[in-house]
């Protein structure tokens, strides 16, 4: 295995990111960062690179900031259509501390929720905060199939 470490390489760009205050994707500038690289290699035939980058950096419209790490590696590619056809991309994973989309808020309308549904609903949008997406997922069908139970609907899927 091998690693190796920069300092400063990306100081002084501008990216786009989500922004932790504005809660929109804006212009950042990387005000300072840490690139690591590694090279793992298991026999003659597999080789699996990686690269995590480490970032603080400074939103250009509220001047907030916010530390970015991203990573990579050579197992998560995608592949997209281009002009020139299908090509291959690496997959970029973004975190952001404070994360943008922590803390949303409850409807200001939840109190008028039935009961049952409001804590349905509450359930689900902690599962959100916390970044649970499977449970985030089970709450929003059950917000789904308790309107339609309230309702009397009498199917929760499409016609056949």
């Known amino acids: 295995m091998s690693i190796s470490i920069e300092k ?8 786009k990111s989500t922004c932790g205050r504005c809660k929109q994707l804006t212009r950042h500038e990387i005000l300072t960062d ?3 690289s590694g ?6 035939e597999f080789i699996f690179g990686w690269d995590d980058s480490y970032q603080i950096i400074q939103c250009q419209g509220c001047e907030s900031i916010v530390f970015r790490k991203t ?4 197992e998560s590619i995608e ?3 281009s002009k020139d056809g299908w090509k291959s991309e690496y997959l970029i994973r973004e975190e952001l501390y404070p994360n ?14 039935p ?25 929003i069908r059950a917000i ?3 309107v339609c139970k309230d309702q009397n609907s009498s199917r929760l899927g499409p016609s056949h």
């Not at 090279?39 to 003659?44: M, P, V």
């Not at 990573?71 to 050579?74: A, L």
């Not at 009961?115 to 709450?139: C, F, K, M, Q, W």
Request: aromatic letters at 4%; glycine letters at 8%; zero cysteines.
């Open 8 to 15: 400063g390489k990306h100081a002084g760009e501008v990216i």
């Open 34 to 36: 840490v690139d690591l």
């Open 39 to 44: 090279l793992d290699e298991a026999g003659d």
């Open 71 to 74: 990573h990579m590696n050579s």
């Open 79 to 81: 592949y997209v259509e």
């Open 100 to 113: 943008p989309e922590d803390e949303r808020v409850t409807l200001s309308d939840a109190y008028l929720l």
């Open 115 to 139: 009961e049952h549904l409001n804590r349905i609903y509450s359930e689900t949008l902690a599962a959100l905060n916390s970044d649970s997406p499977v449970l985030t997922g089970i709450g």
């Open 144 to 146: 789904i199939e308790t």
